[in-house]
């Protein structure tokens, strides 16, 4: 198994600009998360999903948002991106069997926006 | 709110214990779990507690005080490779991980 796979590992965007943060799961896992860290930060939930066809806003969910058409995927998409979106996200997974599963995590994109 | 505390950054030396605190909100509370994050990397799971008390993990132990809204993570028979990030998380009453910032962790030869 892969894992959670992320795509793509860098990107830097303009202000203004849009672009999908790709994420993918290959433990038909139920949940999935976006996270961003910040430098110093503690990881912010921006949006998950607890099934296919359902997604929900987390704590910071202004300025992103997401699909989750099958169990594997779960897209971010920034729309008119702000240097305030400059940051490392993570998406992560965990089983949904239970509320206490620990979280499998992505590898991280990193996205500076200029 | 819903803070959680933790040590910015310690330094320890190779082979001792070290032992990094983490202090929560306490309402709400569903669990507190601990993360490893080495630089540049995704965090990984070390351990989970519900329940006061000491769960051993090898050279990991997690400890739990649900009253005194605090836990620990220690670290015996430190190695080079347990320089890292450490992270506190708290399981809301929404089921949903509010975390701390992290504590990094230097290991000295």
């Known amino acids: 198994n892969a894992g959670v796979t992320q795509t793509p590992k860098f990107r830097i965007l303009k202000i203004g600009q849009s672009m999908t943060l790709q994420c993918t799961q290959d433990?038909?896992?139920?949940?999935m998360y976006w996270y961003r860290q910040d430098p110093g930060m503690g990881l912010k939930l921006i949006y998950y999903?607890?099934?296919?066809?359902?997604?929900d806003k987390g704590e910071v969910p202004n300025g992103y948002n997401v699909s989750r058409s099958t169990t594997e995927d779960f897209p971010l998409r920034l729309e008119l991106a702000a240097p305030s979106q400059t940051s490392v996200y993570f998406c992560?997974?965990?089983?949904?069997?239970?509320?206490?599963?620990?979280?499998?995590f992505g590898p991280g994109t990193r996205l500076t926006v200029l | 709110g819903q803070n959680i505390d933790q040590p910015t950054e310690m330094t320890a030396t190779e082979g001792a214990i070290v032992q990094i605190n983490c202090t929560y909100q306490?309402?709400?509370?569903?669990?507190l779990f601990w993360y490893q994050q080495h630089a540049g990397e995704a965090p990984t799971f070390l351990s989970y507690n519900v329940l006061d008390g000491l769960e051993e993990k090898g050279r990991f132990s997690s400890f739990l005080s649900r009253s005194k809204g605090y836990s620990y993570l220690l670290l015996k028979e430190l190695q080079m490779k347990d320089s890292a990030s450490y992270l506190c998380a708290r399981l809301d009453s929404n089921y949903q991980l509010i975390w701390g910032a992290g504590t990094k962790l230097i290991i000295k030869p």
């Open positions: 433990m038909n896992h139920n949940y």
């Open positions: 992560a997974s965990s089983p949904g069997t239970s509320d206490i599963d620990e979280q499998f």
């Open positions: 306490t309402s709400g509370f569903n669990g």
């Open positions: 999903s607890v099934g296919a066809g359902i997604t």
